[in-house]
């Protein structure tokens, strides 16, 4: 018989194949005595059990205590008055102290630079520093600055997340002559405002670029025009005065050379090299600015936009002198310059020249921020002579030495 007879089966089947048949009446008051057994005895065991009501005030009074706890021992450690209104979608760097005292402003200061904020992408090899070519107009020589987002790449496989000046780091040279009359018109394309100060020059208090102190910030898409006639000639530079910590630190600054209208007292030199220092931190993608707080510290470091190898090599002569103008456009860190190969002489201090008597001779020379050092080096023997930063962290990329240096490193070729 197969499976499927079984509901054909009849009573007199069950007999022949030894089942008994199943008296459903007695089943079911089986089921009831067992089932009011059961029931009885859950009820003697629920009795010795059950909580009682002292005992459930109890635990909901021990829960409500370690909740309370928990509230409080976070409250103790973050700030619960920020809300998302205060600091948006901020990505802050791995390792900053934020607790409850530490304002929404401050992270956004801190804050990675928002990818949706870049406009565009420069070629991994692009360079800063680029000479800016005026256009003239009624014997003004007039500049275009345009501040943005763009991802730079401070070295082939490193790309970061910079506020730029006319889409490169550092932002294009702007060369002049003592006495020109000049009218540099910014526009701001960063997210947030910006202003521009003329860095050591001796303007009319409305030009010099302070935001909310001599000036309205140029708010985002807006242009401000700065016009005014420089009467010093030297290595200067410009760089944002709004939001400085974090703008600079990001890279919007840029070289401001000012040749004098008649010859100055500084000795004969063949060629020159303009260099502007800046660190980075740079973690799992996201830029961060630079700065001494914690969480802040960089580790990346670049001589015009380039971490060595990718930094310039300058090539020289036997006999050759190059002068070198170090700008201090670091934000938060100096960094003590040093050039192998024998010393250089000081022959201008923050775009003053030093007179003939007080030159001093150096070989390492402190740039601090806002600071600017022009020295003239001899090359006096040929090979590769070093030019880096002496605080060996500060030549090293992410703390690794590549090609036997890194960062604030570059090469000076001196031919035979
Ligand atoms: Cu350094």
Known sequence: ?????????????????????????????????????????????????????????????????LLAAGLI??????????????????????GMIMLRDTPGKAMLDMAAVDPRDVSYTAPANAK???ELRPRVENDVKVFDLTASVIKWNILPYEQ?????????????RIRITEGDRVRINVTNNLPESTTVHWHGLILPNNMDGP????????????????EFTPQ??????????????????????GALIIDPKAPQNIPAYDLEYTIQLQEWLEREGYTFPAMLMEGGLPNFFTINGKAYPSTDTVSMMVGQKIRIRFIGSNNNFIHPMHIHGGPFTIVATDGN???????????TVNVGPGERYDVIWTAREPGKWLLHCHIPHHTTNNNVEVEGAGGLTMVINVAP
């Open 128 to 130: 800063g520093d680029n």
């Open 232 to 253: 010093q000639a030297g290595t200067y530079f410009y760089h944002t005065h709004d939001h400085v910590d974090r703008q600079q630190a990001l890279g919007l600054y």
């Open 353 to 363: 020249v030093v007179p003939e008597s007080a030159r001093i001779e150096k070989d």
């Open 73 to 94: 021992l976070s409250a103790t450690l973050v700030n619960l008055n920020l809300s998302a209104r205060d600091v948006g979608g901020a990505i802050m760097p791995p």
């Open 1 to 65: 018989m197969s499976e499927h007879d079984h509901s054909k089966m009849g009573k007199g089947d069950a007999d022949e194949m030894n089942i008994p048949a199943m008296d459903h009446s007695k089943m079911q008051m089986q089921g009831n005595d067992g089932m009011s057994g059961m029931a009885h005895g859950a009820m003697d065991l629920s009795a010795a059990t059950r909580a009682t009501s002292a005992q459930k005030f109890a635990w909901a009074f021990l829960s409500l205590v």
């Open 211 to 226: 935001a909310e102190i001599t000036q309205e910030p140029i708010a985002s898409e807006q242009t401000f025009t700065y």
């Open 160 to 172: 970061v997340m910079g506020y730029a000046f006319n889409e490169q780091i550092p932002g294009p």
